[in-house]
């Protein structure tokens, strides 16, 4: 618990300015009320088999059901780093919004939202892709410019980036790119 206060507390308000915009009911006393009542893990052995992610934990149902709980966990370079209150709600939220306007476009895994932190959907195959948005000349990560710049490569998915740059500095120009998922990481 302690971790995450001091996480949250170090921030310079701008996760919770965002939050506050999204959410106008919060404020600031009641994201400090809420530090330590996070969600940060979940034990729902009786919603079926669990499999936990980055930041959400899932559960499968003998039936073909799947119960996805979005937790206040947050993850930066592959580690959680803390807890941020009401985090998993606004970003179940927001996906939420996104599969509804989507939904007429392309069917997608959502039966409906059964509490702001959970989903219930269909247990699906995902397709393991992923869109990679890069604004920086940075990293470490085998998806990341700076790997690639630093072995020669100067084309990264079709965006040529000049001779003579150094790690960390903004790109000219965003690199967006998909990514094929690891079956490691995608179990489903």
């Not at 940075?138 to 790690?167: A, D, F």
């Given at each position: 618990m302690v971790m995450h206060a001091r996480c949250f507390r170090d921030?310079?308000?701008?996760?919770?300015?965002?939050?506050m915009r999204i959410e106008p009911s919060l404020t600031r006393d009641k994201l400090r009320e809420?530090?330590?009542?996070?969600?940060?893990?979940?034990?729902?052995s009786a919603l079926g088999e669990p499999y936990v992610g980055k930041v959400r934990d899932n559960y499968s149902t003998k039936d073909g059901r799947r119960f996805i709980v979005v937790t206040d966990r947050v993850s930066a370079f592959d580690r959680v780093v803390g807890t941020l209150p009401f985090k998993g709600q606004i970003l179940n939220r927001i996906a939420q919004w996104w599969f509804d306007r989507s939904?007429?476009?392309?069917?997608?895994?959502?039966?409906?939202?059964?509490?702001?932190?959970?989903?219930?959907?269909?247990?699906?195959?995902?397709?393991?892709?992923e869109m990679v948005v890069?604004?920086?000349?940075?990293g470490s990560t085998s998806t990341?410019?700076?790997?690639?710049?630093?072995?020669?490569k100067r084309?990264?998915?079709?965006?040529?980036?000049?001779?003579?740059m150094r790690v960390h500095p903004r790109s000219p120009e965003p690199v967006s790119y998909p990514h094929l998922t690891l079956p490691t990481i995608c179990t489903v």
């Amino acid at each position: 618990m302690v971790m995450h206060a001091r996480c949250f507390r170090d921030l310079p308000w701008l996760a919770c300015v965002l939050m506050m915009r999204i959410e106008p009911s919060l404020t600031r006393d009641k994201l400090r009320e809420a530090l330590d009542k996070t969600v940060e893990a979940t034990r729902f052995s009786a919603l079926g088999e669990p499999y936990v992610g980055k930041v959400r934990d899932n559960y499968s149902t003998k039936d073909g059901r799947r119960f996805i709980v979005v937790t206040d966990r947050v993850s930066a370079f592959d580690r959680v780093v803390g807890t941020l209150p009401f985090k998993g709600q606004i970003l179940n939220r927001i996906a939420q919004w996104w599969f509804d306007r989507s939904r007429s476009v392309v069917p997608n895994h959502v039966i409906r939202p059964v509490d702001p932190n959970i989903v219930e959907a269909v247990e699906c195959k995902p397709l393991a892709v992923e869109m990679v948005v890069r604004a920086y000349l940075t990293g470490s990560t085998s998806t990341s410019i700076w790997t690639h710049y630093q072995k020669g490569k100067r084309n990264s998915c079709g965006h040529i980036l000049p001779e003579g740059m150094r790690v960390h500095p903004r790109s000219p120009e965003p690199v967006s790119y998909p990514h094929l998922t690891l079956p490691t990481i995608c179990t489903v």
